[in-house]
């Protein structure tokens, strides 16, 4: 009942399937509620009367045949990365990304895109545009060749998926068009072999297969007796290693043959479980010395292979930066120690080796005497054997000093010496090898005249090794080494 003045409102729910045109006739009976006597005036006639307002509220339609006003949506897709592997960032070398478009919609659209993640070369993320027509579909190929990974968000944090963005803007129709609940547009996403120049990241228990290798051409053994029996050979793998993974561990299989006109009658092998790998980056590797030494060592050998296989994996964690121009090499070396005693002390020399223009910085050679406050040469000596002494560091400018050895010529002006004092390395109490090499880091400081002699291109560099008495019977093998690295490392602090 609606009283005089008064408005009343009533909700009525729409039935499903059913239609709704437009225009929208609908009829409606107004019943008086009970007789009443009233003056019907022309007063009356304009300003009395009932009005009745129609909403539609919260109208989901399955279908709608009509003229569409422009509409617009946003949508997000993409894909999650393995939760084993995080990167940060990487240079893309090559590869490419598809993305398919699909309107499955009798109205026109403009598709506008955005890659957040990946980063061209002008350093901002992948965008643009594209029409797709009604029922039609189209095809956007992305060259990905020198763009970046990265997170947009946060820069130099962790990417945990690449997606896209896309905005959808149909066309306003000007005819009629049907559109159906199942409509829709449909965006497919498909990357091709993507390969990085370099990435930055995080790994967890990530497993790398070691690809098999075999040698065939091992070692000629004709000349030696089946009935020779080796003893105490040690196994030495050296890896150089570029890559830098913070936590990297390797499961080796190394499977000697011996064949004899083509058939295997002995077989031998060697395990290396969970070995530590240094990490390292390119142009300054980190290097690592597994040895498997006596009883194991020489039952592989005693085979005497003629053919030797390898397999295995690697498990990587941590942090992670890898370059294209990364590289893992290893060589190894099976060797029986002969034992000696040194009584007084023993004089080896180096090969000498020749420094040009090229081999020193020209900010050294440029290098005002005046301003010179502090010059020093930064040395890493490594010792791979049980033996003690000194390195005496020779560097000579002079022409007329033809053997810079020769102690009995010296030109305090073109030349000066350095001593180093060698460490042994630590013997392993059982096998009476060493394990793992005695590494020093020696910074000697120079004076303004050693200083000036690098100058005076060509230098000549030489190490002389003394080494001390040893007291008692050491074992060494081939595998045993000294080695000094890093003279180019010149510091130079210049007075301001």
């Known amino acids: 009942v609606v009283t005089t003045g008064n408005t009343v409102e009533r909700v009525a729910e729409l039935n499903s399937d059913i239609w709704i045109y437009a225009p929208l006739h609908l009829d409606f009976v107004l019943p008086i509620a009970e007789p009443t006597a009233f003056q019907l005036s022309s007063q009356t006639l304009n300003e009395s009367g009932v009005e009745l307002d129609v909403v539609l509220e919260q109208m989901e339609v399955d279908e709608a045949i009509a003229r569409i006003e422009q509409q617009e ?7 999650q990365l393995d939760d084993r592997a995080s990167l940060s960032e990487a240079v893309i070398e090559s590869g490419r990304i598809q993305l398919d478009f699909l309107n499955q919609t009798n109205v026109d659209m403009q598709l506008e895109y955005r890659m957040p993640n990946i980063i061209t070369t002008s350093g901002l993320p992948y965008s643009g545009v594209m029409d797709v027509p009604q029922n039609g579909t ?6 990905l060749n020198n763009m970046r990974l990265a997170n947009p968000d946060n820069p130099g944090e962790y990417i945990d998926s690449i997606f896209t963005e896309y905005r959808i803007i149909t066309d306003p129709t000007a005819n009629i068009v049907h559109l159906r609940a199942t409509d829709k547009v449909s965006i497919g996403v498909q990357i091709d072999s993507i390969i990085f120049q370099s990435m930055r990241g995080y790994l967890e228990n990530q497993v790398f297969e070691i690809e098999p290798y075999e040698e065939t051409d091992v070692m000629d053994y004709e000349d030696i007796p089946d009935n020779i029996r080796l003893e105490n050979v040690n196994f030495m793998l050296k890896l150089s290693n570029e890559f830098y993974i913070e936590d990297m561990t390797f499961d080796l299989t190394i499977v000697g043959y011996h064949e004899k006109n083509g058939v295997v009658t002995d077989s031998a ?3 290396l479980v969970n070995q530590q790998i240094e990490p390292g980056y390119p142009g300054n590797p980190g290097i690592s010395y597994i040895s498997v030494p006596g009883d194991v060592a020489a039952d592989f050998l005693n085979v005497l292979p003629t053919r030797i296989r390898t397999y295995g994996q690697a498990v990587g964690n941590g942090a992670v930066e890898i370059n294209q ?5 290893g060589n190894y070396s099976f060797s029986t120690p002969f034992r000696l ?3 007084g002390d023993a004089l080896y020399t ?20 005046e301003n010179l406050e502090q010059a020093e040469l930064s040395l890493n000596v490594l010792n791979g054997t049980p033996l003690s ?3 005496r560091l020779v560097v000579s400018a002079d022409p007329q000093h033809t053997d810079i050895y020769d102690s009995t010529y010296f030109n305090a002006a073109l030349e000066f010496t350095k001593t180093i004092a060698l460490s042994p390395a630590t013997v392993n109490g059982t096998t009476g090898y060493v394990d793992t090499p005695q590494q020093s880091q020696v910074f000697l400081s120079l004076t303004q005249d050693e200083f000036r002699i690098f100058k005076n291109t060509p230098v000549n560099v030489g190490f002389e090794l003394r080494l001390d008495d040893t007291g008692e019977t050491v074992a060494l093998r081939a595998s045993d080494f000294v080695t000094v690295s890093g003279l180019a490392q010149v510091k130079v602090v210049i007075k301001d």
Do not use: K
């Open 73 to 79: 949506t946003t949508e997000r897709g993409g894909f």
């Open 138 to 143: 189209a095809l956007l190929d992305v060259p």
């Open 269 to 271: 092998r060697l395990e």
């Open 325 to 329: 121009n990364s590289l893992i090499t």
């Open 341 to 343: 005693r040194i009584e």
């Open 350 to 369: 180096g090969d000498v080796n020749e420094l040009t223009d090229d081999d020193i910085d020209q900010d050294i050679r440029d290098a005002s005497d």
């Open 389 to 391: 002494g000194s390195i």
